[in-house]
């Protein structure tokens, strides 16, 4: 086989067979194929497409390049949740204890953040204490005890994957939809988890601007995962605004467990409530209304909330954050962004937002950057919301007081003012089973 060949074949738009696809990535990973050759692979593969077979040969070869996570233990009860990223997403914070505590077993690897905000791992390390990695007998043990363990991601996990996407970072294919679903769901199945919920995102602060992108990515990640006979669903949701109020890291924290209290904004609680139940309907063997009133009950009865305290003290945090949030303490520096003038706000660019947080210390710039967990961004105001001329729309936190002018003007920045209502969006567009 040589890879010249194999680039012509792609580029013609012809299917590689399974034998080649597995020898292209496993040489790749083994350094035996030049970053070059590869380069020129997968922008062929983002003109061309691939065939559901080729993305089905390439997630399980990337999948099976590394270790792989077993959790037969659990049988059906494992289940995972992805989301594809966006500003203020502290849903897994949320809907991962709700899971556990309806009889899930959430066996978790997480990211960092790079840009935007900081990752899952980071908001939790706001917990003093809390341990973000554990020993693999040590993470399958915690799940047995409590159903609930989240660690950051191995660097053995799909190995072939974190090669080639950062090639693809580099060489402007990465907003390919083959290649992004078999990058997510190649280390989903290297995971282990027998269900598993997908928040595919789209707007302005996610990775797919529209809908019809969106969709045709989740329905691409489903395939994936019944092929490989994982159950599988996805949620699309609307990420043309920030969710929640909070954008930051302890304050991201103390916003979940504030929808854990039976509180916390409208839009976070029904997003983690419909992730929740299709998470629930798939591990428990529910129906979709079943699942619904399960974990409805299960957040209003404070089921949720013990569950995330067990969980946060299991892993070495410091439970008494959880008993009193403002241990959490205060940024040192502080500055509110002012409506200039009467009206309504007709779109707030969640990507724009998420740099303002970024440029405070809530994010990073580079991934070698330090997050500090008090930064970030509190919204006040949202689109659809009527202000006068002087409200504050949002209020900055930094401990770096030369960062306030930036982010202000980037934070006003993202924010349109129209003198016409707005009609609120929809916060969940489709799921797809």
């Known amino acids: 086989m040589r890879m010249y060949d194999l680039i012509e074949k792609k580029k013609h738009g012809e299917e590689l067979s399974t034998e080649e696809i597995r020898e292209t990535i496993t040489s790749y990973t083994a350094g035996d194929i030049p970053d070059y050759q590869m380069s020129a692979m997968t922008m062929a593969v983002y003109f061309r497409g691939m065939s559901d077979r080729e993305i089905f040969d390439l997630t399980e070869t990337m999948a099976t390049s590394g270790d ?17 990223g966006g500003v203020g997403d502290k849903t897994t914070l949320i809907v991962t204890p709700i899971v556990a505590a309806c009889g899930g077993a959430v066996a978790k690897m997480s990211g960092r953040g790079l840009g935007h905000t900081g990752g899952t791992v980071d908001k939790l390390e706001s917990f003093p204490g809390f341990r973000t990695s554990l020993e693999p007998a040590e993470f399958i043990a915690q799940v047995e005890r409590c159903g609930l363990a989240v660690i950051g991601q191995s660097a053995d996990l799909a190995p072939a994957d974190k090669k080639l996407y950062a090639l693809r970072d580099v060489t402007a294919t990465v907003d390919s939809i083959p290649l992004i679903a078999s990058s997510i769901m190649s280390k989903k199945l290297a995971a282990g988890t027998h269900s598993i919920v997908l928040d595919v995102k789209c707007g302005s602060g996610a990775f797919m601007r529209g809908i019809d992108n969106a ?26 605004r920030p969710l929640g109020h909070a954008i930051g890291n302890a304050s991201e924290v103390c916003e979940a467990m504030e929808v854990l209290r039976g509180a916390g904004p409208d839009d976070l609680r029904e997003i983690c409530l419909t992730l929740a139940a299709k998470m629930v309907a798939l591990s428990c063997g529910l129906t979709d209304e079943q699942a619904k009133e399960t974990v409805a009950e299960t957040l209003k009865s404070g089921k949720a909330l013990a569950k995330f305290r067990e969980w946060i003290g299991e892993q070495g945090g410091d439970v008494a954050y959880v008993d009193d949030p403002s241990l959490f303490g ?26 303002a947080a970024m440029v405070l210390g809530a994010g990073r710039q580079t991934k070698d950057s330090v997050i500090d967990p008090r930064a970030g961004i ?36 993202a924010v349109t003012f129209t003198d016409q209502p707005v009609e609120e969006q929809p916060l969940v567009y489709r799921v797809i089973s």
């Open 215 to 240: 969709v045709t990515l989740a329905e691409t990640m489903v395939r994936i995962g019944k092929a490989h006979g994982r159950n599988t669903a996805a949620v699309i949701s609307n990420m043309d």
């Open 330 to 355: 205060e940024a040192a520096y502080t500055a509110d962004v002012l409506a200039p003038v009467d009206g309504y706000i007709l779109a707030c660019n969640a990507e724009q937002i998420g740099t």
């Open 68 to 84: 792989t996570v077993d959790l037969s233990a659990f049988g059906d009860r494992s289940v995972d949740k992805h989301s594809t």
């Open 378 to 413: 509190y919204l006040l105001k949202k689109p659809a919301d009527e202000v006068k001329k002087g409200d504050v729309i949002a209020r900055l936190y930094t401990e770096k007081a030369d960062t306030l002018p930036h982010a202000e003007a980037l934070t006003l920045g």
